[in-house]
């Protein structure tokens, strides 16, 4: 079995994949746009150029996504992707990346658990932790 976070958004799924490849060194492994496809028919006009199953994958791991229409989409909450990053020094990159244009809710640094943790909120509204985890 595999366990693999999707991610809805507003109607700027692409955008955030493109600037998951840059912050975090994403791979896009699909991008499926609901024009052309058979569910275009039963979509808005409107969603025509959105994303109706986007892939990335990061290390191997698989993150998926798409475009909510308007009427169904709901604020990312009650959840967060976290990243497992062994260099402390990495994982305050990705954290810097991760949260420009973004809220930071938990500053990245050293705790008891970790040697570099932190808490954000992309500009495009999903949440991430970064975990640095001790030896």
């Known amino acids: ?8 958004y507003n109607g700027n799924c692409e955008e955030a994949l493109n600037f998951y490849v ?6 896009i492994d699909v991008i499926m746009h609901v024009e052309g496809s058979p569910a275009a028919e039963q979509m808005p006009p409107s ?6 199953h986007g ?11 798409s475009d909510a229409p308007s009427d169904y989409f709901e604020k ?14 990495d994982g305050a990159k990705v954290f810097a990346a991760l ?3 973004g809220t930071i809710k938990m500053p990245f640094g050293a705790t008891f ?13 999903a949440p991430w ?3 640095c985890a001790m030896e």
């Open 55 to 65: 892939q990335i994958s990061v290390d191997g791991e698989v993150i998926m996504a």
């Open 76 to 89: 990312m909450q009650g959840m967060s992707v976290c990243l497992q990053i062994k260099d402390p020094a």
């Open 47 to 52: 969603m025509a150029k959105k994303v109706l």
């Open 113 to 125: 658990w970790s040697k570099g943790f932190g808490m954000c909120v992309d500009k495009f509204g």
């Open 129 to 131: 932790m970064i975990n």
């Open 22 to 27: 840059k912050a975090i060194g994403a791979k």
């Open 1 to 8: 079995m595999q366990v693999n976070p999707y991610l809805h």
């Open 99 to 101: 949260s420009e244009g």
